[in-house]
């Protein structure tokens, strides 16, 4: 039986009904409904199988949807590495008030489930990197400092370079070097120059890597497994 098309019928863009859903309050909604959604198996071809080789049969139905399920369970964990987390965040996110550490960002064991897709997965990583963008960060500055403890050359060569840059704002508040902008200006170049010297010496540059690298893949696993909550109960 075919059906008449309905005048009165409306056809919403998916990324207009998201924006709808996200100013509302209520993303967390297709989320939830992409958790809910069963997947295909084979149960009906195996339960109606009498054959002598009917235990065969099962047997390469589970084999092949499991198969088909760690597939899919691994292209959705390389598909957060193909996608800009960042999409959606904006200077306001980090000025904002920081959600809770225990009940917002962490939640507890019910608040984490394996992404069904790559649209589910997408959909929590750009939003959650928004709605925890400070926490992130924090955890950022953490992994950073932990990692010039592991380093202390590292360490050593980037407190030599604020040294190098108080003293430079200190000789010239001293000896008033703003009358003197060739010379300020030459001066400026040569601790620049001194600057990158010391941090690539110091091999500083392999502790940034080393934090971004890191702080990147906590923040990608973490958003993706996070459940979406209402937004209002974000910062609590």
């Known amino acids: 039986m075919a059906f008449s098309t309905n005048p009165l019928s409306l056809s919403v863009p998916e990324p207009a009904f998201e924006s709808w ?9 297709l989320d939830h409904h992409s ?3 069963p997947s295909s198996g084979g149960i009906g071809v195996a339960a109606g199988t009498n054959s ?3 235990g065969s049969i099962t047997t390469s139905i589970i084999s092949g949807g499991v198969f088909a399920s760690l597939l899919s369970g691994v292209i959705t964990l390389l598909s957060l590495f193909t996608l800009n987390p960042f999409a959606k965040v904006t200077t306001l996110d980090f000025s904002g008030e920081t959600p809770s550490w225990t009940r917002a960002f962490f939640g507890d064991c019910g608040s984490y489930s394996f992404p069904s897709g790559t649209d589910q997965a997408r959909r ?3 939003e959650n990197v928004k709605r925890y963008a400070r926490n992130y960060a924090s955890l950022f500055i953490l992994i950073f400092a932990s990692t010039l403890y592991q380093m202390p050359l590292a360490l050593v060569g980037l407190l030599s370079s604020l040294a190098v840059w108080d003293m430079f ?21 040569t601790a620049q120059c001194a600057t990158v010297v ?19 893949a906590v923040m990608l696993l973490h958003a993706a497994f996070r459940k979406l909550t209402p937004a209002k109960q974000s910062l609590r």
């Open 124 to 126: 929590r990583v750009q």
């Open 198 to 216: 010391m941090l690539v010496i110091l091999n500083v540059q392999m502790a940034l890597f080393c934090a971004l690298a890191v702080s990147y």
């Open 52 to 54: 002598n080789d009917g």
């Open 21 to 29: 859903l996200r100013d509302s309050g209520y993303l967390e909604v």
């Open 169 to 189: 704002k200190f000789c010239s508040n001293r000896w008033d070097w703003y009358r003197y902008p060739i010379i300020r200006q030459l001066l400026v170049r």
């Open 35 to 37: 958790s809910v959604i």
